[in-house]
């Protein structure tokens, strides 16, 4: 499933396109993807002007100037595609993502207009496990989807003491706290596993082990942030990664998982230069984890 650097890898992608445009027309070619679709989805986004398009952890976000706020997940094998026409015809699209997309899975085409330019942006999902949603704005802090996320791993609110008061009293392991959505939004398993490399520490460590009131758990807590930051950061200025489905919106392909340290590098030797262990892979609540069982305490 994408992760936060994949879709805010897509946000970005889907700004010049989608961000000031309106909605010419909304074309459904079903019913449902991993939901139905809202009543009058197409009708109430028509003619709609949209006035940011927005990130909030693994969601889209695309407010527009009427009641209602676009909530859009790509699933496990959604993508984006945008496509500027000239007369109405593609004739400028990248032709990397036509060889590599089957039309039958085109479940969505939004046709905009932005100033003198006419987009057409294509939500394409082989597994219809993406949703899209319309909910009013006021309701949107409130929602479901949202009422329950924590912080964002993307900015400096996330720091050493944010991290201790998040963990504190916590006897899961450190992994699975990184994980939970409650406490931070939008990280996933192949970046917790290589803010932990990149921090020191084991994915096996109790969370609240670095929340005690001592110089080495204080500096533990501090490198943890700095080190999720780090790898969010670098993901997303690499494109995301693209294991299986990830495509950005011109159809070309994520590049970070070619600078992973552990994830998926079972048996291979460490990174780091002080270091000669070997990358262990062990399950850890149904989802493999990667990581130097010499270097990661």
């Not at 890898?9 to 019913?31: C, D, H, Q, W, Y």
């Not at 009058?40 to 986004?45: N, Q, S």
């Not at 670095?210 to 969010?232: E, F, G, P, W, Y």
């Not at 494109?239 to 291979?268: A, C, I, K, P």
Request: net charge positive.
């Amino acid at each position: 499933m994408p992760e936060l650097p994949e879709v805010e890898t897509v946000k970005r992608g889907l700004v010049p396109a989608m961000e000031g445009a309106r909605f010419s027309r909304v074309i459904l070619n079903r019913l449902n993807l991993r939901f139905p679709f809202p009543d009058d989805f197409a009708k109430r986004l028509e003619n709609c002007k949209i006035t940011q398009v927005g990130r909030r952890a693994k969601y889209l976000t695309l407010f527009v100037d009427s009641d209602d706020v676009l909530i859009m997940h790509l699933g496990m094998s959604g993508s984006f595609h945008v496509e500027e026409l000239i007369d109405g015809k593609d004739l400028v699209a990248n032709q990397y993502h036509h060889r590599n997309r089957i039309a039958a899975h085109d479940h969505v085409i939004f046709h905009l207009q932005n100033n003198q330019k006419q987009f057409q942006v294509i939500y394409n999902d082989p597994r219809r496990f993406g949703f899209m949603d319309l909910i009013s704005r006021n309701q949107l802090a409130s929602h479901k989807y949202f009422v329950n996320l924590g912080i964002e791993p993307t900015g400096n609110s996330l720091d050493g003491t944010c991290i201790r008061q998040l963990f504190a009293g916590r006897k899961a392991p450190l992994k699975a706290a990184m994980l939970d959505q409650k406490l931070i939004a939008g990280l996933g398993n192949i970046y917790v596993c290589e803010a932990l490399w990149l921090a020191g520490l084991s994915p096996l460590r109790q969370a609240g082990s670095i929340t005690a009131n001592s110089k080495i758990a204080k500096n533990r807590a501090a490198v943890l942030a700095d080190a999720i930051r780090d790898v969010i950061a670098s993901a997303i200025a690499a494109g995301g990664s693209s294991l299986n489905d990830h495509r950005q919106t011109d159809g070309t392909l994520g590049y970070f998982q070619h600078r992973f340290n552990v994830y998926d590098r079972e048996g291979e030797l460490c990174n780091k230069a002080t270091c000669s262990g070997r990358i262990k892979r062990i399950t850890q609540s149904g989802r493999s984890t990667y990581y130097c069982s010499d270097c990661q305490r």
